[in-house]
């Protein structure tokens, strides 16, 4: 065995309670690799952590020094140090050594299925499958109903689409990556959240504000990164199968299987259908588009001892029709909605290793087709997309791995063409541009500047500069900070493409400019014992200032959209605090608060964003069994009343009322088997009129686009799991 240990800082020697923090390691015949859940114990003081998923701990000490801290790993000789008084605030890299050399080692452990990543600079918030196992999770789109700080809207009343929306601003400006490779962006933006399921997802990450200059310069609101099942660890075999009443069926499937030392692949599939004529609020329109989707995704992965690489292939196509129940793609009698989507992919990831530790090189590689066809009524709108991305990163340390450094470029190809009605939008982007990341961390202070540079083919040189902080106050304690810009070129057409389900003309705007936003923020995470057990109470806030952005006031003519480049301010304020709490050994509970405060000049004056709630109220309580054969879970989200659209400037402004959207469901486990029944929105309530003048479909007062709440009332679904895990192969 071979125990490096490494002093990060000496300063706080007679503090009375400090911390320390390190790496776990495993060395065998052939490498290196960190040690997930790794069990780090002192022996006096009796108490203990494990590393995550980056093999990281971070351990508070008693007042009461010597003791011994012990690392205990399975299929690896243990190991220990005696840590004194002159050993806080100590990092530590810890390499255990492996006793035999055998198959696979599975290790049970049990981890938080939600929370703020500690050791991240940024405030990374991570949603992990167990999260997603609380609800139905059919699609990306359902994913975040258990979660706070992600809404997820519908944005008009007949075709199904869904957008997110973080901090108050629109889905647009949130930057949304699969495995830091960009994802539903350009023609995706508006139905692409339903074509990944959450069953292939195994977490998920949210960060608030604008993240890593590495990820690229999109990021205005926050990112959010899907981190999908791994080859080698998802299961051999799954099937999801799911019905709901209102005629919605779907079978989602995943494996994985390990080739050889090296190679590993994974292969993903899912259907689905709808096809419940439903209209339960009379006005002759479905409350649901009827319609099919089918997905894939094929993942292979490579691990060698001088380099790793992933690639893989995402296919999927969407189509919906929805519109009068008398309309039908054979049949096309009345008002209808049509959309047809088609997508096609191809990723790559590579990494090489460097014979200096802590030094390596990674390329990412992305080619991408897309293509969206359809129409509301006699409004016709079509859209094809070509996009290449290639991301180049070098990562090395400046002496001591307390001083890290990321250089690299980038480069996006991108050839898009969108048309609706008689407008037509067509461009061609070569944005080439570097980047330079400088991270600085010892036991309390960490801190991340970046900045990226881009030449725009059509708009010119683009500077982005960005910071982040993160100070320790304690070791429960963590406070952070963050500020950057960042920037996006509009898709004016396929971003509002919902906005077609009205008889309202539309104004293009003059010119297409980019839209430049600058975010600062912050947030404290503090963590502390209630009933013996660990909780954890969060507040952040931000505020998000467009110098430039596209607006689209639906105020100021009740018969046109317009489309203005803005002139006047445009701001996001969002405050959000979250408390956790574990009263009991199998009860979690979760209470959210979320303030938004969403201005533009708007019809003349400088007022809230329509169909946006200030206030909303979140709780969530995760109940299980004491032999974990049973789960239960409760969300219920309230939504504050928001403005709606002026229709005349003499009456009063019109808001929408208050309600409450409550989710439920029960899960059975038994062995390799999942049962669970759940029903969504258990009050039933529906926003009555979600189309106006649905009578008279193409006159000039109907309009399906000012939706604030639920279409569908109370839904019943059951759904059936079953894996096939890995063997557990034990000493």
């Not at 049990?110 to 609800?135: F, N, P, W």
């Not at 400006?173 to 074509?195: A, C, D, K, V």
């Not at 329109?285 to 893989?312: H, V």
């Not at 960005?466 to 304690?477: G, L």
Request: glycine share 8%; with cysteine.
């Amino acid at each position: 065995m071979k125990l490096i240990l490494t002093l990060c800082c000496s300063f706080l020697l007679n503090t009375l309670n400090a911390q320390i923090k390190g790496l776990v390691q495993g060395l065998n015949s052939s490498s290196t690799e960190i040690l997930v859940g790794a069990k780090i114990t002192l022996l006096h003081a009796n108490m203990g952590t494990k590393t995550n998923e980056e093999g990281v701990f971070e351990l508070v000490l008693p007042k009461s020094l010597p003791d011994t801290l012990v690392f205990f790993y399975p299929g690896y000789y243990p190991d220990s140090i005696v840590l004194g008084k002159k050993d806080r605030f100590t990092a530590l890299n810890i390499l255990l050594k492996a006793e035999v050399h055998f198959g696979e080692i599975t290790v049970d452990g049990k981890k938080a299925t939600h929370g703020i990543s500690k050791m991240k600079t940024l405030h990374v918030e991570e949603l992990t499958a167990g999260e997603l196992r609380k609800a139905a999770c059919c699609n990306l789109s359902e994913s975040f109903e258990t979660n706070a700080s992600v809404d997820v809207n519908i944005t008009d009343a007949v075709s199904g689409a869904k957008k997110i929306q973080m901090m108050g601003i629109n889905g647009v400006y949130t930057q949304i990556q699969m495995e830091n490779i960009p994802y539903l962006r350009g023609l995706e933006s508006s139905f692409g959240l339903n074509t990944i399921p959450g069953t292939w997802v195994e977490s998920i990450q949210i960060t608030k504000g604008t993240g890593n200059v590495v990820n690229g310069y999109e990021s205005m609101a926050g990112l959010i990164n899907l981190e999908l099942k791994k080859p080698k660890e998802m299961e051999r075999f799954f099937v999801n199968v799911y019905q709901n009443r209102l005629g919605r069926s779907e079978v989602n499937l995943n494996g994985g299987q390990i080739l050889s030392k090296k190679w590993s692949v994974g292969s993903f599939a899912h259907a689905s259908t709808v096809y419940g004529n439903i209209d339960e609020n009379k006005d002759g329109f479905r409350d649901l588009p009827m319609g099919n989707n089918l997905s894939f995704l094929n993942r292979w992965d490579y691990q060698g001892e001088k380099m790793e690489a992933q690639i893989g292939v995402n296919l999927y196509r969407d189509q919906k029709t929805g519109g009068q129940t008398s309309f039908q793609r054979d049949n096309p009698l009345g008002y209808g909605v049509l959309i047809n989507s088609r997508h096609a992919d191809i990723f790559a990831k590579t990494g090489f290793f460097m014979k200096k530790p802590m030094r390596s090189l990674g390329v990412i590689y992305n080619l991408k087709y897309q293509d969206i066809e359809g129409e509301f009524g006699n409004r016709l709108f079509s859209g094809t997309e070509k996009r290449g991305y290639i991301n180049t990163v070098y990562e090395d340390i400046l002496g001591t791995s307390d001083h890290k450094i990321k250089l690299g470029t980038s480069l996006v190809l991108l050839q898009i063409s969108q048309a609706a009605d008689s407008i037509i939008d067509k461009r061609t982007e070569i944005v080439p541009g570097a980047f330079a990341e400088y991270t600085y961390s010892d036991a309390r202070l960490s801190c991340v500047l970046g900045t990226r540079l881009d030449y725009h083919n059509l708009f010119g040189w683009q500077f982005v500069p960005r910071v982040h902080a993160k100070y320790s106050i304690t070791p429960t304690t963590d406070f952070r900070i963050t500020a950057g810009k960042g920037w996006r070129v509009p898709n004016y057409i396929i971003d509002n493409v919902s906005l077609l389900a009205s008889s309202k003309q539309w104004v293009a705007p003059s010119e297409v400019r980019p839209e430049i936003s600058w975010n600062f923020g912050g947030s404290i995470v503090q963590e502390f014992k209630l009933f013996k057990r660990k909780a954890s109470i969060t507040m952040d806030a931000y505020r998000t200032f467009f110098v430039n952005q596209l607006i689209i006031d639906r105020d100021v003519n009740s018969s046109k959209v317009v489309f203005n480049n803005l002139s006047s301010p445009s701001i996001s304020n969002s405050f959000q605090t979250e408390l956790s709490i574990n009263p009991l050994k199998n009860l979690e509970i979760r209470l959210a608060y979320k303030f938004l405060d969403v201005k533009a000049m708007l019809d003349g004056k400088f007022q809230q964003q329509i169909m946006l709630p200030k206030h909303r109220g979140f709780i969530n309580v995760a109940v299980k069994s004491k032999n974990k054969r049973w789960e239960y879970d409760f969300t219920c989200t309230a939504f504050g009343k928001s403005r709606l659209p002026t229709i005349d400037v003499n009456l009063p402004i019109r808001y929408s009322p208050s309600y409450p959207m409550i989710n439920t469901q029960l899960t059975h486990v038994f062995k390799k088997w999942d049962f669970y029944l759940g029903v969504e929105n258990l009050t039933n309530f529906t926003q009555k009129t979600p189309v106006e003048d649905p009578s008279n479909p193409f006159g000039n007062n109907f309009d399906a686009t000012c939706v604030w709440g639920p279409i569908i009332g109370t839904n019943i679904y059951a759904g059936i799991r079953y894996s096939i895990l890995r063997k557990k192969i034990k000493k």
